[in-house]
């Protein structure tokens, strides 16, 4: 029996330093995994951090995006709205210059139609010499040479709105 109380023991032993063995190990692989779990921990809140980080940096970049659009709205506006002031003033231009080129063309006809009768007229008083300087120059004020084959020349000072 002392034999087989010492195989025992000595079984023992073989199982107490399996037990140890398989301690140590349980104790390794649970160090290593609270070791894993903090790094991967640390990992996680580092890669969470460059998320907020990138974020901010989006939402910066959105906010200056944001302002430059606006001031190239209100810069647009502005050069619309004096566009439309030009061309306003454009239209007004042209309907004057219009008004006036009728007007330079009307004028420009009746002093050829007064340059016609003129020479008419003279060609009359050639004919009869009995007639007076003073009446013809009353009753005719576009016979004087002042008056005749000069042209009539518009301006727009004249016609301000």
């Known amino acids: ?6 195989a025992s023991s000595g079984s023992s032993a073989i199982k107490n330093s399996g037990s140890e063995g398989d301690l140590q190990h349980v104790v390794v692989v649970d160090q290593r995994k609270r070791k894993r779990m903090l790094s991967n921990r640390e990992s996680a809140r580092r890669s969470r951090m460059r998320k907020q980080n990138h974020l901010d940096d989006l939402t910066a970049q959105a906010r200056q ?3 430059e659009n606006n001031q190239i ?32 063309e009307s004028l420009n ?10 020479s008419v007229v003279f060609q009359t008083e050639e004919y009869t010499q009995s007639q007076t300087h003073e009446y013809d120059s009353f009753m005719n004020p576009w016979s004087s040479s002042l008056y005749l ?9 004249a016609f301000m709105y």
């Open 109 to 118: 006809g009746i002093i050829n139609y007064m340059n016609s009768t003129n």
């Open 149 to 157: 084959n000069h042209p009539i020349m518009a301006s727009t000072d």
């Open 65 to 67: 995006l944001a302002k």
């Open 1 to 6: 029996m002392a034999s087989s109380s010492g």
């Open 73 to 104: 709205l209100t810069s647009m506006n502005m050069a619309s709205q004096l566009y439309l002031n030009i061309e306003a003033e454009n239209s007004i231009l042209r309907a004057q210059m219009a008004e006036l080129s009728q007007r330079l």
